[in-house]
């Protein structure tokens, strides 16, 4: 389970519980991870290639994208 953030076609997935907070998508793309602003992950500010290659960063796995 987590939370569904949509780009174009591609949907992001946020699941909190496995989040250790490395920030390695705040480096990547600050401006799409906002982690002081609600929502945090604005798809906006970014393409979706992008979005997905820092997404794929993620160490934890709590970014992910929807097959
Ligand atoms: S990269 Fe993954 S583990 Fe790190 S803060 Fe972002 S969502 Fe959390």
Not at 10 to 18: E, R
Not at 31 to 42: A, G, L, M, S, Y
Request: hydrophobic fraction near 35%; charged fraction near 30%.
């Amino acid at each position: 389970m987590g939370k569904e953030y949509k780009k174009d076609d591609a949907t992001i997935i946020w699941d909190s519980s496995k989040c250790i907070h490395a920030a390695e998508c705040v480096k990547g793309l600050p401006h799409v991870f906002q982690p002081k602003e609600r929502p945090w992950i604005n798809t906006e500010n970014a393409g979706k290639d992008e979005i997905i290659a820092t997404v794929s960063k993620c160490p934890s796995g709590a970014l992910s994208i929807k097959a």
